[in-house]
Nanobody, 128 residues
Framework: QLVESGGGLVQAGGSLRLSCAASLRTFSRYAMGWFRQAPGKEREFVAGIWTGTTTYYADSVKGRFTISRDNAKNTVYLQMNSLKPEDTAVYYC????????????????????????WGQGTQVTVSS
């Protein structure tokens, strides 16, 4: 249902853009999130989006990462700038259906159990 792409190897300070293509009939009704899991660590929330103006970020990526979505293309993006070695991880896209018009709050976005679908992940490696 969700397919990520755009991962790879980049030097510190560089940029990557991840894409997540969703095969969901009512894509616009899904809150979308990006999570990541570094080796030996638990998976963590990175960014979430409901509408184009309702976005949330982990403190560690604020000001460097931007999440966006194109409902016409059923795709969500994660633009990652000023990458650091600590950003190295497998990045996962997730989709959670929202029954309300207000979408997901921050607290709901960061909780993995609120998502219905997950992608297979894409590796991002940042070299120092």
């Amino acid at each position: 249902q969700l397919v990520e792409s755009g991962g790879g190897l980049v030097q510190a300070g560089g940029s990557l853009r991840l894409s997540c293509a969703a095969s969901l009939r009512t894509f616009s009704r899904y809150a979308m999130g990006w999570f990541r899991q570094a080796p030996g660590k638990e998976r963590e929330f990175v960014a979430g989006i409901w509408t184009g103006t309702t976005t949330y970020y982990a403190d560690s990526v604020k000001g460097r990462f931007t999440i966006s979505r194109d409902n016409a293309k059923n795709t969500v993006y994660l633009q990652m700038n000023s990458l650091k070695p600590e950003d190295t991880a497998v990045y996962y896209c997730a989709a959670g259906f929202s029954y309300g018009a207000s979408g997901f709050s921050y607290g709901v976005h960061v909780t993995e159990g609120n998502y219905d679908y997950w992608g297979q992940g894409t590796q991002v490696t940042v070299s120092s």
